[in-house]
């Protein structure tokens, strides 16, 4: 039976629990995507408070895959010693770090990308701001090894471990989706063409950073979208990924354009509204042998307690609480059971996206109507 608080390893990584803090984009770097002392301090902030295994704000491969502003972009080696400074600050502190890398596809705007958005195919959705155009074999080729050289760097700056980003509608979710890709080529069709380019990626990661380095991946286990990737595709993709050999399946659901059923749900109040994506991961959990981590409304002990001494997954992974609580984990373990205090207003992305940096707004305002 598994508990929170034991040690464990995913491919000679030592992690100190099972406590995953997922990606999450902080708005902290310079409006390149160099990372800056206000990140280092957040990252050392949650080291600091025991969280097992950092996962970092999702990381540009590409200027063109940038969305949110002020996203780290690992595409280059100017920020050699920005990187290793941010490493530091977690390794200081005894903590373990993961870049989570990302193109963002078509789920971005020519604003942001620098030029017309590129995606698997040029479809007008919902899921994308605007009509993007349709890659080329080309375009294919020089993201994917723009994904295996930004592995590599994080491998040389100090990151544990990296993760593709595989969710929430960004490029390789575009390439899964039969509604984002409506290619013809061997890129697109059958679950099996539409994992290609996941696959691509995976392989091309894996020979730069070698056997002993764990990759992961965050992978939808359903869009909740008409014409979306689906459950079943979700499992054989995650079977796929299992056989060749991935490290970690974290598992979330949901794009922002699947209303309530979107990535990061609203008012989770009770025990029950928790852990919206366990019945997505309990099905990978079942099909995979590589460990699972699950996303989404966790808050209360009592609920990750149950669910890794079931055997339902074997990390659990925050975002949103350790915003409020970067040391809630050691609140947990130091014996303080209560639930996070996060009310799950993601009100936290308003200052990101003013350009300050995420922070808890109820916390601040209840700070200073103290
Ligand atoms: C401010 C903010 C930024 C996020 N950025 C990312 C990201 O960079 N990459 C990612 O995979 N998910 C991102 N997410 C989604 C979270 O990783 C997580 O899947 C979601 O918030 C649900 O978990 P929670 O209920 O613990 O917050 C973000 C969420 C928030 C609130």
């Avoid at 997505?280 to 699972?292: R, T, Y």
Wanted: aromatic letters at 6%; glycine letters at 10%.
């Amino acid at each position: 039976m598994s508990t929170l608080f034991e040690k464990t390893t995913i491919n000679g990584l030592v992690l100190e629990n099972r406590l995953v803090r997922s990606a999450t984009w902080e708005g902290m770097c310079d409006d390149d995507g160099r990372p800056t002392p206000q990140l280092d301090s957040c990252y050392n902030d949650m080291a600091l408070g025991k969280v097992g295994l950092i996962i970092s704000g999702y990381t540009f491969v590409r200027p063109d895959g940038k969305q949110l502003p002020k996203k780290m972009g690992i595409h280059t080696d100017d920020f050699a010693v920005d990187m290793k400074r941010l490493t530091a600050a977690v390794h200081d502190a005894g903590g373990k770090i993961c870049l989570q890398i990302v193109h963002a596809g078509g789920q971005t705007s020519s604003a942001s990308a620098g030029r017309q958005p590129l995606a698997p195919s040029a479809v007008e959705v919902d899921q994308f701001p605007e009509k993007p155009a349709e890659m080329t074999l080309q375009d294919i080729d020089e993201i994917i090894t723009a994904f295996a050289q930004a592995a590599g760097r994080a491998k040389e700056y100090g990151f544990d471990a990296v993760q593709l980003h595989g969710a929430h509608g960004y490029l390789i979710n575009q390439f899964l989706s039969p509604l984002t890709n409506r290619r013809v080529d061997e890129y697109g069709g059958s679950i099996e063409k539409r994992c290609r380019f996941l696959m691509e990626i995976y392989r091309a990661v894996r020979k730069c950073v070698g056997n002993n380095y764990p990759v992961m991946v965050k992978l939808n286990g359903d869009d909740f979208l008409d014409g979306g990737l689906q459950e079943a595709d979700a499992v054989y993709a995650a079977k796929l990924l299992d056989q060749s050999g991935i490290d970690a399946i974290e598992v979330s659901g949901g794009t922002p354009a699947s209303g309530e059923k979107n990535p990061i749900r609203v008012k989770i109040k009770t025990a029950e509204q928790e852990a919206y994506n366990l019945g997505l991961a309990e099905h990978i959990k079942k099909e995979v042998s590589c460990p699972v981590m699950v996303v989404g409304g966790f808050r209360s002990l009592e609920v990750i307690e149950k669910v890794l001494g079931d055997g339902t997954a074997d990390y659990i992974s925050l975002a949103r609480p350790l915003v409020r609580e970067p040391d809630l984990a050691r609140r947990w373990m130091d014996g303080d059971r209560s639930p996070a205090r996060c009310i799950s207003c993601n009100g936290c992305f308003k200052p990101g996206l003013k350009g300050e940096g995420i922070y808890c707004v109820v916390k601040k305002k209840e700070q200073e109507e103290k």
